[in-house]
C-alpha cells in the first residue's frame, strides 16, 4: 500500500542507490514498470549525478525516460522521440573557481584527492591518483592540479580519506563561496562541486517549466544526499529504505523495498492502479 493522495504527472527517480542495483543493473521489473508508467502519460525523469559522458549509460538504464537530468542538474536532455537527444540545458563551471573551493575545503577539512571533469569530452577527467574510483567506463589521467583545473569543468571531485561524504560536505559548506558554485555528495563517499544554482531540483524545473506543471504534480524516488533538492521540491517524497537519514527525514514515506529489491518498481506498480 503506497501513501499517495493523487496521482503524479511527472515521476523523477534518482539512478544509482534508487533504482540501478548494487550489481549496477535494473532488473526487467524495474523496465517493465516504467515502461508502462510512461505509456499512461506520466512523464517519467532520469536525475543523476552521472555526468554527460555516461548519457548512453544512463539511457540504458532508463529507457523510458522522456527526459535525463545529469551532472547533478547542470544538464538535461530531451530523449522522448526514438533514439534523438535534444539538449535543454548545459551549464558549466571555471576550473579555477573549483580550484579555489579546493583549497577553502583542504584548509578546513585537510588532504584530499581531487580530479577534474572537463566539458571538453576530448579532455579526460585528470587530477590526483583515485583508488576505488567507483565509474570504470570513465578512465581518469593523473595530472598535476594546476593542469587539470583549468577551463570550463562539468564539476569537481573530491575525496577524503578521513571524512565520509555526508561529514565533507558539512566542511565544504562552512568554507566555500556560494555564490561561486555548489556543493553537494554524491552518496558514494565524493564531495562534488558544480556549477553555482545547479541541483537535481533546478534540472527537473527545466521540465515542469516546458509543461507548466508545478511541483505539486510530482514524484520523486531518492536515496543520497545529492537528492535533497528535488525530495523537497517535490509534491510527493519516496526515499529508498536504504537512504541517508537526512534523506529520511525530508522523504513523505519509503519504498517497500531497498534497490535490490525493485522497490521503484514495486512503487510505481502500485500508482499505476491511480493513473
Not at 10 to 38: I, Q
Request: glycine share 8%; aromatic share 6%; proline share 7%.
Amino acid at each position: 500500500m503506497i501513501n499517495l493522495s493523487k496521482a503524479p504527472r511527472l515521476v523523477a527517480t534518482d539512478l544509482d542507490g534508487t533504482l540501478v542495483r548494487s550489481d549496477e543493473t535494473v532488473s526487467p521489473r524495474s523496465m517493465a514498470a516504467l515502461k508502462r508508467l510512461a505509456a499512461s502519460g506520466v512523464i517519467v525523469v532520469g536525475a543523476t549525478g552521472r555526468g554527460p559522458r555516461l548519457l548512453d549509460l544512463c539511457r540504458n538504464d532508463i529507457p523510458s525516460a522522456d527526459f535525463l537530468v545529469l551532472g547533478q542538474g547542470a544538464f538535461v536532455y530531451e530523449c522522448r522521440y526514438d533514439d534523438s537527444i535534444v539538449e535543454l540545458a548545459n551549464r558549466s563551471v571555471e576550473g579555477e573557481l573549483i580550484h579555489e573551493a579546493l583549497r577553502l575545503i583542504e584548509n578546513e577539512a585537510g588532504p584530499l584527492r581531487a580530479i577534474a571533469e572537463p566539458a571538453d569530452p576530448d579532455r579526460p577527467l585528470s587530477g590526483d591518483a583515485m583508488p576505488n574510483w567507483p565509474w570504470p567506463a570513465v578512465t581518469l589521467k593523473v595530472t598535476p592540479r594546476e593542469e587539470a583545473f583549468t577551463g570550463p569543468m562539468v564539476k569537481g571531485y573530491f575525496v577524503s580519506d578521513s571524512m565520509d561524504g555526508p561529514e565533507l560536505l558539512l566542511a565544504a559548506q562552512e568554507v566555500v563561496d556560494t555564490d561561486k558554485v555548489t556543493v553537494t555528495e554524491s552518496g558514494v563517499g565524493i564531495l562534488e562541486v558544480c556549477p553555482v544554482g545547479v541541483n537535481k531540483a533546478a534540472g527537473i524545473q527545466v521540465v515542469l517549466d516546458k509543461f507548466r506543471i508545478g511541483w505539486d504534480d510530482v514524484l520523486v524516488f531518492g536515496d543520497a544526499t545529492n537528492d535533497l533538492p528535488m525530495l523537497r521540491s517535490a509534491g510527493h517524497a519516496v526515499a529508498m529504505p536504504n537512504a541517508h537519514p537526512w534523506v529520511k527525514d525530508v522523504a513523505d514515506e519509503l519504498a517497500p523495498a531497498g534497490n535490490d529489491d525493485d522497490g521503484v518498481a514495486q512503487y510505481i506498480e502500485a500508482l499505476l492502479e491511480l493513473v
